[in-house]
Each structure stands twice: as C-alpha cells, then as structure tokens.
C-alpha cells in the first residue's frame, strides 16, 4: 500500500531560524515528489516538484532534496517568518494508467513561527 | 493568475440528503480530481477524471459517489445520501496534458458539514 510518512509531527520555531522537514515514502510506480504549503482550512500550495533524477529544487526560502535510493525527502526552510505558520505535506506522485496522477499524502508537520 | 474555483465555500446539509459540490478548474486542463480532508486528518484521494471519464478512483470513492463534467467548464461531486462520516473539507484540483510532472492546483476547498 502507498504510504507516506512525516516527522516530525510538530514543530515550533523562532522567526529567523531555519529548520527541516523529513518524508519517507513507499509509492509504486513512483512518478515525482511535492512538498505542500497549506494554511488552515485552505488548499495545499504547491512549493516544489521533483522527478526521479533530481536531487534538489529551491523555491526561494526552501529547498527541497530527494533521495529516490532511500526513498527519503527533505524540506529545509531558511530564515523563517511567521508567515510561514502552516501545516507543510509531503506529496507523492504515482502515474495512473488510464492519465494523471495519484497523489498521496502525508499526515504533514504543523510548523509554528513565534517571535 | 488562474485558480480552480470552488462553490460553495461551506455547505452544511442534513443526514441522507443529496449534495453537489461544484468546481470550475482551469480553463486550459485536461486532469480533474477530487480529494477530502477529515478535520485532523491528511488529505486523500478520491477520484481522478480524463477525457470524460474515470481513470482512477479510491475505495473511498463507493457507490454514493458520482462525478460528472456536464458542460465542459464545470467539474461536479455528488454524495448521495449523505453521512455523518462524510463531514470533511472537500478539495477539487486540476492539471494539464503532460508527462509525469503534471502539476496538480488545488481550489480552496468546500467545506461539507452532514447534521
């Protein structure tokens, strides 16, 4: 069964301090990977998306790598705002036969940025 | 810049009604998709939609579940007789033709309250 799985589950930080995000994952056929803004009670913003054969992608503050070996991902966010309070999700792609993708999600980790 | 819309934002409905979430993807896509998310819960898969048709569907997606693309702009969910347990926040999405980084957008959502 296609899974993926977050840690940690929460998370609390202050403004300015970096921090990183794991996912680990067993989905088959393995077509790329997302990392997911969602704000509460709104729709996931996408923030990256990596194929097989990339390592790492950055979208202004966060960096997202991959490790397709170990079925691994990270997202590491730098000076962080209080903006950037939300739950972040690890997404997982699986090509559907009959065209698109099947998303799977994580359970996501709640980051929280104090002053 | 394009979104998927959806409507209404909050529908609250009684036990065994019938309802019709509405989305209006971008204008441009080819992939539609439905996903919930149970209050606490991580987002799952429903169902994905292409060239008129299911390509893919969850065991969540049973009988009291119907998709339709009635006029070519609109992307609809009905839940026939509704339970208590189909409370959750409903999301639609849409991508584009294209190889496995098919990017899906996701709408705002449509929060489904069964009394």
Redesign the interface.
């Given at each position: 069964k296609n899974q993926v799985e977050q840690s940690p589950q929460s998370l609390i930080i202050l403004e300015g301090k970096n921090c990183t995000l794991q996912c680990n994952y067993t989905v088959s056929p393995f077509s790329n990977l997302r990392w997911y803004k969602q704000d509460t009670g709104r729709g996931p913003v996408s923030l990256t998306i990596m194929t097989f054969s990339e390592n790492t992608k950055s979208n202004g503050r966060y960096t997202a790598t991959l490790d397709a070996d170990t079925k691994q991902s990270s997202l590491h966010i730098t000076a962080s705002q209080l903006s950037d309070s939300a739950s972040y999700i690890c997404v997982v792609s699986a090509r559907i036969t009959g065209g698109g993708n099947k998303l799977t999600f994580g359970t996501g980790t709640q980051l929280k940025v104090e002053l | 810049e394009p979104e998927?819309t959806q409507t209404p934002s909050h529908q609250v409905t009684q036990m065994g009604q019938e309802v019709i979430l509405r989305c209006v993807p971008i204008s441009n896509h080819l992939?539609f998709?439905w996903?919930r998310q149970i209050l606490g819960?991580?987002?799952?898969?429903l169902v994905?939609f292409?060239?008129n048709?299911?390509?893919?569907k969850s065991e969540i997606f049973d009988d009291q579940f119907s998709v339709e693309r009635p006029d070519g702009s609109n992307f609809t969910l009905k839940i026939r007789s509704t339970k208590l347990e189909d409370s959750a926040?409903y999301?639609c999405a849409s991508?584009v033709i294209g190889g496995?980084?098919?990017?899906?957008?996701?709408?705002?959502?449509t929060?489904l309250t069964v009394v």
């Open positions: - | 998927v992939y998709y996903y819960q991580k987002v799952e898969f994905s292409y060239n048709e299911i390509s893919e926040m999301f991508g496995k980084n098919t990017e899906a957008f996701f709408g705002q959502g929060r």
